[in-house]
T-cell receptor
Framework: GAGVSQSPSNKVTEKGKDVELRCDPI?????LYWYRQSLGQGLEFLIY????????KSGLPSDRFSAERTGGSVSTLTIQRTQQEDSAVYLC???????FGDGYTFGSGTRLTVV | TQLLEQSPQFLSIQEGENLTVYCNSS?????LQWYRQEPGEGPVLLVT?????EVKKLKRLTFQFGDARKDSSLHITAAQPGDTGLYLCAGHGSSNTGKLIFGQGTTLQVKP
């Protein structure tokens, strides 16, 4: 597609349930990033993919968070046993090669609310 | 740990006024980017600066990268209500992953 697509756009889940967030990057972009944003704040890095590999997972907050990317394209971010502190907007971005100076194209995000 | 600090965090001005947003760090960045984000949307790239002392202009927006590549500024001339949004600076740090480190953002409100 023309842009980065994320689904669902909104997700309300009960505490303790698992959720899956999906990201479709721009075709041909080899680098894919997940960030988390709390209300009106900056972006917190979660994980970086180059192709299907994740050379940098340093931002994942706990072992309840995992992510995968298949076919060098679609990525899913899974949060197990969700907690209220997981409530945030989860943003996915892709870039052409992941090199210095490459700009990100972001999706519109998934707003996750844990009740 | 490389950090980017933005100031001010909030800015509310009248249409036609000028403003400057600052992005500072104690670390050197290989490049620095500015993004603008509107409610319910992802950030959109405005500019990338890579050379110390570089100045780029985008209509009424002027971006500057510090000589030492540790800081940057965004200046808006004659602000308009359409400039309202969250402005984020982001830098490529010392890792080679292409990962961007983001500042906490500056929320700008321009009143008509």
């Amino acid at each position: 597609g023309a842009g980065v697509s994320q689904s669902p756009s909104n997700k309300v889940t009960e505490k303790g349930k698992d959720v899956e967030l999906r990201c479709d990057p721009i075709s041909g972009h080899t680098a894919l990033y997940w960030y988390r944003q709390s209300l009106g704040q900056g972006l917190e890095f979660l994980i970086y993919f180059q192709g299907n590999s994740a050379p940098d997972k340093s931002g994942l907050p706990s072992d309840r968070f995992s992510a995968e990317r298949t076919g060098g394209s679609v990525s899913t971010l899974t949060i197990q046993r969700t907690q209220q502190e997981d409530s945030a907007v989860y943003l996915c971005a892709s870039s052409l090669g992941g090199g210095f100076g490459d700009g990100y194209t972001f999706g519109s995000g998934t707003r996750l609310t844990v009740v | 740990t490389q950090l980017l600090e933005q100031s001010p965090q909030f800015l509310s001005i009248q249409e036609g006024e000028n403003l400057t947003v600052y992005c500072n760090s104690s670390s050197v960045f290989s490049s620095l980017q500015w993004y603008r984000q509107e409610p319910g949307e992802g950030p959109v790239l405005l500019v990338t600066v890579v050379t110390g002392g570089e100045v780029k202009k985008l209509k009424r927006l002027t971006f500057q990268f510090g000589d030492a590549r540790k800081d940057s500024s965004l200046h808006i001339t004659a602000a308009q209500p359409g400039d309202t949004g969250l402005y984020l600076c982001a830098g490529h740090g010392s890792s080679n992953t292409g990962k961007l480190i983001f500042g906490q953002g500056t929320t700008l409100q321009v009143k008509p």
